[in-house]
């Protein structure tokens, strides 16, 4: 049972590089969704995917820029990195049906240093 | 906007012992869920729990339980018999049903809770 999968799992960017993080969920669900985790904090959502074909901005979407590729994947590019965007980033997935079965899946993460 | 507000950085208990984690919420919304979620050292997040606002019993998992006390905005979530892997951050969210917020979670700041034997 594989559910969310992310890629790569650490990762160290110099100010000004581009990367795309990639995440991939097997469980046919309808919503995908970014989240960014600070030391000490909760999570923050970035940007989300509520069904294939769309996505929108969450809490804290300045720097990124995601793709719904296709159902299963979901990915978020950082165009230009800078310092403030090192962090810990969580991908994860739901049906997305009723609040109910809205219960998100998350992949393992994927730590990033920006320097 | 929702707010989830956890109030205890950090929690200790005896192995065997329950313990009761704090969650109180904001929002005007009438619809709205609330889940709570561990994540152990290794850094995963893995979901515990979802109480649905128009439930009409507190929820249960296991040794998880919601203490859900709607007129308060508590959701406080109760772990009886507390195993030492039971030691990780937990966090309370909240989701709203209505328009453009459906779906998404808010989260709190964390709770760290340490069992020990």
């Known amino acids: 049972n594989a559910g969310v999968t992310q890629t790569p799992k650490f990762q160290v960017l110099k100010t000004g590089q581009s990367m795309t993080l990639q995440c991939a969920q097997d469980m046919n669900h309808n919503s995908m969704y970014w989240y960014r985790q600070d030391p000490g904090m909760g999570l923050r959502l970035i940007y989300y995917?509520?069904?294939?074909?769309?996505?929108d901005k969450g809490e804290v979407p300045n720097g990124y820029n995601v793709s719904r590729l296709n159902k299963r994947e979901f990915s978020l590019r950082l165009e230009s990195a800078a310092p403030s965007q090192t962090s810990v980033y969580f991908c994860?997935?739901?049906?997305?049906?009723?609040?109910?079965?809205?219960?998100?899946?998350f992949g393992a993460g994927t730590r990033l240093s920006v320097l | 906007a929702q707010k989830i507000t956890q109030t205890q950085p950090g929690m200790f208990v005896q192995e065997k012992e329950a313990v009761t984690l704090d969650c109180t919420y904001d929002t005007s919304d009438p619809s709205y869920g609330l889940f709570w979620y561990k994540q152990p050292s290794s850094g995963e997040m893995i979901f515990l729990i979802y109480?649905?606002?128009?439930?009409?019993q507190n929820a249960t998992e296991g040794r998880y339980s919601l203490n859900f006390q709607k007129a308060r905005k508590s959701a406080n979530l109760v772990i009886s018999a507390s195993q030492l892997g039971d030691s990780a951050m937990y966090f309370c969210?909240?989701?709203?049903?209505?328009?453009?917020?459906?779906?998404?979670?808010?989260f709190g700041q964390g709770t760290i809770l340490t069992v020990h034997p």
């Open positions: 994860a997935s739901s049906e997305g049906r009723t609040l109910a079965k809205n219960i998100q899946y």
């Open positions: 969210a909240m989701s709203l049903a209505g328009g453009t917020s459906y779906g998404k979670l808010t």
């Open positions: 109480q649905g606002s128009y439930d009409q």
């Open positions: 995917s509520a069904s294939e074909g769309t996505t």
